[in-house]
């Protein structure tokens, strides 16, 4: 009986998306570890070659010398380290069994908005102002947008915004890849209007 019980307990796991917050977080974490250490060989010496320097468009380097490559003061690559280190865990504790109080979900939800907020901001910064596509950004940019998406349709499906969501979030749940997608080429389609990605990498 009691193995019974822990089957089922298991069978209903969200193993899918625990296992997509580890890998989604682990990738971000990635991207804002590569961004700090870059940062400190620019600190070290101004005129280091990065290895994101791909051409004068596609870069790194001046986005992290720029004033909103530290917008709160500090680096911002540090948000990251600290920031995806949250679905990682999550995910871990959800592989393991855990299972979250309500407010604990609405707060996750709250760092993930914030975290799209502020990428979406990077996003106009970088191709409207800098005129840059910082290839460690864009893959924060590409783990974010799914992050939210995924997080969000989970709870609203899971009824954590309330009983009038659920629907939305199951009629939700079957898009959340062609959503996704979407979400990209709005952004490549931006990205492309304003810089040449294929001409530009050899500029």
């Not at 051409?55 to 540090?78: E, H, I, T």
């Not at 990251?80 to 299972?99: K, Q």
């Not at 760092?111 to 840059?132: D, E, K, Y």
Request: contains cysteine.
């Amino acid at each position: 009986m009691t193995d019974t019980v822990a089957e089922a307990s298991t069978s209903r796991r969200p193993w899918i998306l625990a296992v997509f917050l580890i890998v989604a977080g682990a990738l971000g974490w990635w991207a804002a570890f590569s961004l700090t250490i870059d940062k400190f060989l620019l600190l070290e010496n101004p005129d280091a070659a990065l290895s994101c320097n791909v051409s004068a468009f596609v870069q790194c380097g001046k986005n992290l010398d720029s004033w909103q490559g530290s917008v709160f003061g500090f680096p911002n690559p540090l948000i990251g380290l600290g920031g995806f280190a949250a679905p990682i865990a999550v995910g871990v504790a959800l592989l393991a069994g855990a299972r979250f109080a309500r407010w604990f979900w609405v707060l996750f939800n709250i760092g993930i908005v914030g975290a799209l907020a502020f990428v979406i901001w990077l996003i106009s910064q970088s191709f409207f102002v800098l005129g840059t596509l910082c290839p460690w950004c864009a893959l924060v940019w590409s783990v974010t947008i799914p992050l939210f998406w995924a997080t969000t349709v989970r709870n609203a499906r899971e009824g954590v915004f309330g009983d009038g969501l659920r629907r939305v979030g199951r009629a939700l749940t079957p898009w959340l890849v062609p959503i996704t997608v979407a979400c990209y080429l709005i952004v490549i389609v931006i990205g492309q209007t304003r810089i040449p990605i294929v001409q530009s990498l050899f500029l």
